[in-house]
């Protein structure tokens, strides 16, 4: 079992950052790769980033590739998204979340989920 309570989100103007953290419990962190979802308002959760259980491998939504950075210290129980060049429909309640062992982007695939993270960019 793993729970996740995220922190870090907050109001930012556009072209801002915002680093979200994800505190992890559980011996089996460091061996169950992690996710970033997202959830815009009357919109539906989408993918945004994942990290493999080492660290080595990453991935990223199209839509924020380039300005988003995953990261994760398995010392730490904790996994980060860097958020730069913010923009206005960067906006929603941010979610970490693990698929266990499985290096998945498929939102059907993660089983733990955070409580979620706001974060609301100003234009």
């Known amino acids: 079992q793993v729970q996740l309570v995220e922190s870090g989100g907050g109001l930012v103007q556009a072209g801002g950052s915002l680093r979200l953290s994800c505190a992890a419990s559980g011996r089996t962190f460091s061996s169950y790769a992690m996710g970033w979802f997202r959830q815009a308002p009357g919109k539906e959760r989408e993918f945004v980033a994942r990290?493999?259980?080492?660290?080595?491998?990453?991935g990223y939504a199209d839509s924020v590739k380039g300005r988003f950075t995953i990261s994760r210290e398995n010392a730490k129980n904790t996994v980060y998204l860097q958020m730069n060049s913010l923009k206005p429909e960067d906006t929603a309640v941010y979610y970490c979340?693990?698929?266990?062992?499985?290096?998945?982007?498929?939102?059907?695939?993660?089983?733990?989920w955070g409580q979620g993270t706001q974060v609301t960019v100003s234009s």
């Open positions: 990290i493999s259980s080492s660290g080595s491998t990453t």
């Open positions: 979340a693990s698929p266990g062992r499985l290096y998945s982007a498929d939102l059907r695939d993660y089983n733990y």
